[in-house]
């Protein structure tokens, strides 16, 4: 099993920075896609940004230009830099990660969220 596990949440205030870590770990596996996703309370789990093997990227209109996802393939780790915050920004930050194992089936894999507050 793929396992998932995030750092860098905290509490900032608006117009600051942070930075979010999510390494997978786990055997004979390999990595499609990597990305982030979020949760506000009351609200929906949305798409913030993912990063393919193959390098490209997609963003929620809501953070592009703000921020920014990059990988790192030999440690299969995938980050998210996270500049000019607002107040809606404020969620659990959820890493996804998906591919296929060695035997050919595929995995999804999240983990277990850490929390982004932003303070106006």
């Known amino acids: 099993q793929v396992q998932l596990v995030e750092s860098g949440g905290g509490l900032v205030q608006a117009g600051g920075s942070l930075r979010l870590s999510c390494a997978a770990s786990?055997?004979?596996?390999?990595?499609?896609?990597m990305g982030w996703y979020r949760q506000a309370p009351g609200k929906q789990r949305e798409l913030v940004a993912v990063?393919?093997?193959?390098?490209?990227?997609n963003y929620a209109d809501s953070v592009k230009g703000r921020f920014t996802i990059s990988r790192d393939n030999a440690k299969n780790t995938v980050y998210l830099q996270m500049n000019s915050l607002k107040p809606e920004d404020t969620a659990v930050y959820y890493c996804?990660?998906?591919?296929?194992?060695?035997?050919?089936?595929?995995?999804?894999?999240w983990g277990q969220g850490t929390q982004v507050t932003v303070s106006s």
């Open positions: 996804n990660a998906n591919g296929r194992y060695a035997s050919g089936s595929a995995y999804a894999s």
């Open positions: 990063t393919t093997s193959g390098g490209s990227t």
């Open positions: 786990g055997s004979d596996f390999s990595i499609v896609a």
